[in-house]
């Protein structure tokens, strides 16, 4: 059944490249309210696609953040406002029939979103983001590798493998696509809990993540986890004038500096109190693992940083800290005048947006707790502060000791003809948390990225060898785990 | 003479703040490259009307800032190409017949800008900023007090002597208005030092700074200067994923504010090395006349800055620390990402606004220096650095010891019926230094403004009896300087 899907989709590949530009073109970035049709017709195309090529009850999911809950008199607090949300696209097909030898029919949701980082700065883009150019190989744009391209692969193994089995799957299959992954993913996380029944399954397949080299077939077993937050200081009632009020008057640009200062010592150390308490290292054998993995800090410093020195904590190798070491960055800093020429002012408020990526046994909750209180506590005279959780996902490890992992590591092997390597990701897939809390499944990160695909950066790209290498991995994948 | 034309002041006050608000409704917001045509009509507003009143030679002078300069072949170096500058207007009457003692006839230059501030943040304005709306006695707009309300009470004190003089007034007068005091006044100081004929005065009148208190006719003997810088941190090559590089790549973000903690201590002392060597402390004399202002540091803090506390170097009061020590703030910091919801991005590069107020006896040139290695010495790792000058200007104290102060002391004693109160403003009139360097005059700093009057602030506003009062108090100056 394999080997058919595997022709079929070799011989289609030109179409599926440019039906996924097509995809491409509608700027479907979730962040941007003004962006809300795009993503709905993001949602759509992928809808439409699922339903012709033969996946069943295809429908988009609605969803909304509660955000006032007001006490009634005549009863237990109501919802009397709530955000819309971005859909989800669901599709299934739960046809597959049990092998001869009396296993029972395997269940794989096939996970992936179809919004997209905001493209800015565009000016740094050779192409525009939103016109899926191919150069050398690559096709350039937004959403490419981030998860566009990856969504359009599961689509198109579907596809060949319908097309060549005679419109039956060697799997039961769902698929879920969400459009807010790039926002925190509350609409998934709110239907995952609500609704556990409607994604039963025995496994997921998550194709968000990255190969660790071109040619190095790749499962990817850790994510970090993060949390979003924003700090708001506040000085004077309005904003005044630095010539008149410079000396005497509280600066809340300088404040979050004096924070953002102390919140990690200049070697990349976390000053958090107990910030560390929770960290699990990484087993003897993974550490050893990673150090045979053909990786140089030097050209990775040169070819993918572009920096003149790397930063972080010392004693960890660039892999343990990107991997399995907490880290804290800030992602923007509001307030005041930032346009051409000089304005003198001391702004009244501003907020930096800073981020904390986690590792296993870390919490979200207490590593939130801790940081709002130790922020609270260096809180400079003068100014107010009021510490925000934007969003969260937690930390996990996928044990490699899985039949599912087993079945990927065997599907990459026949594709690339390589050992597979595990890995872990410096991102964070909060969804992956939610299918171990509420689906009770593990799952399987088999992506197709590149290290250098520039994801969530200008000129961001997706590899086109890998796509059509990811389809034939996911077709021999999905029959490999129901044989 | 004087009373007649106070008089006419007086009946045609109404008319002049219906003129005042026609000046404010242009948004001649010098520092937005959008709004050249509106600062073009302001400058033409003011033109048309001192030709009405019947001043002369009035034009606009147009200026321009050189940008390259290109060796010749044939010659010495060329201009290739320049900035555009907003205009100056210019006017003048120079037919003061010599009093009977023979005295000579005194020349005054009246200055003051017509280009005004930012109006952001838009949304906290309780009228918009260029509609000027009065609301129990103030009249509020973007510009009224700084500087428009002012150059309207210069404008209507000629017209009030001009019109019941018989066209004649008391003294000879040049007037000089430009449209670039928000964006650094580059085109004012060439012209300055180009044509200083075309300016010769014995005194400058400058109307740009406010009163001590709303009833309390003050002169301004002091002003600080000031150094106005962009440091630019660049890290990795593009903008990188915080998930994927968190922990190894260096965050220009997190650079800038290591470095602005390190610009000063948490008291808000100055740690730049050798920055105070030349610090000029006031008189005894002056430090007595300021303990015996009308100051009420809690009174200050709550009414005008509105923050929990006030902040500053220890050991000085506010006056101190706000009109004879320098002082350090930031504006704003760019890059990034600061729109709604999370963009985890690590930013290729970081632009900090970071400006610093200088007092007697330091200089622009030694402090940029001091600034700029300090800074570049303490460049984080990984991160490499440019810090720019975007403009200056000189600190200045003006000698009290003077006729024409005298004589403005005297002219505001009989407006007000109070003694003049001699201070300081923490603000930075350049200007002011370009006439002591290039045309060896000194300043009157007559202003009207008032403490709380939000200049560079949403909600600017004029109080519209010192705009009465100011006209009555320039025409009663004029007057006795001529006499």
Chains 1, 2 share one sequence.
Not at 409 to 431: C, L, N
Request: proline share 7%.
């Amino acid at each position: 059944m394999s080997d058919a899907a595997v022709t079929f989709a070799k011989e289609n590949g030109e179409r599926f490249v440019e039906e996924l530009k097509a995809l491409l073109r509608i700027p479907s970035v979730s962040t941007d309210p003004e962006r809300a049709a795009d993503v709905r017709r993001a949602a759509e195309y992928i809808a439409v696609e699922l339903r012709r090529i033969g996946m069943e009850n295809v429908r988009l999911i609605e969803t909304s953040t509660p955000e006032t809950v007001l006490a009634s008199s005549s009863g237990p607090g109501q919802v009397v406002a709530a955000r819309e949300g971005h859909p989800l696209v669901y599709a299934d097909h739960l046809h597959a029939v049990p092998a001869a030898d009396g296993k029972p029919v395997v269940t794989i949701l096939l996970y992936g979103h179809y919004d997209v980082q905001p493209p800015e700065p565009l000016d740094e883009w050779k192409t525009p983001p939103f016109e899926p150019t191919e150069r050398d190989g690559d096709l350039f744009a937004r959403g490419s590798a981030d998860d566009k391209g990856q969504v359009w692969m599961h689509v198109k193994a579907l596809e060949s493998l319908l097309a060549t089995g005679g419109g039956r799957l060697p799997v039961n299959v769902r698929v879920i696509v969400e459009g807010e992954e790039e926002v925190g993913g509350e609409g998934i996380a709110a239907f995952v809990r609500e609704h556990p029944d409607q994604l039963a399954a025995d496994v997921a397949l998550v194709s968000d993540s990255e190969m660790f080299a071109p040619d190095l077939p790749t499962l990817c077993v850790g994510l970090r986890g993060m949390i979003y937050t924003e700090i708001e200081a506040r000085g004077a009632r309005t904003d005044l004038h630095s010539g008149m009020y410079g000396g005497a008057a509280p600066n809340p640009l300088v404040a979050l500096a004096q924070i953002i200062a102390k919140l990690k010592d200049e070697s990349g150390r976390i000053l958090i109190p107990h910030f560390y308490d929770h960290v699990a290292a990484p087993t003897a054998a993974e550490l050893k693992a990673w150090k045979a993995l053909p990786f140089d800090e030097e050209h990775y410093r040169e070819t993918e940083v572009g920096s003149t020195e790397l930063t972080g904590e010392p004693g960890f190798s660039v892999l343990e800290r990107t991997w399995a070491r907490p880290a804290l960055d800030v992602h923007g800093i509001a307030g005041g005048f930032t346009g051409a020429g000089a304005k003198t002012v001391i702004p009244a408020r501003a907020v930096a947006k800073v981020s904390m990526r986690l590792v296993p046994e870390m919490t979200t909750a207490e590593s939130f707790a801790l940081f709002k209180t130790y922020v609270e506590s260096i809180c400079p005279r003068g100014i107010t502060l009021e510490v925000r959780l934007i969003h969260s996902g937690d930390p996990t490890v996928v044990s490699t000791d899985n039949a599912f992992v087993r079945a990927a590591t065997s599907a990459m092997h026949t594709v690339f003809g390589k050992e597979t390597v595990y890995i872990r990701s410096g991102g964070s897939i909060p969804i992956v948390g939610d299918f171990i809390r509420e689906l009770g499944i593990p799952s399987v990160l088999m992506g197709f990225g590149l290290p250098d695909d520039n994801i969530h950066a200008p000129n961001e790209k997706f590899h086109l060898a890998n796509f059509h290498r990811g389809i034939e991995s996911i077709v021999r994948f999905m029959t490999s785990a129901g044989a």
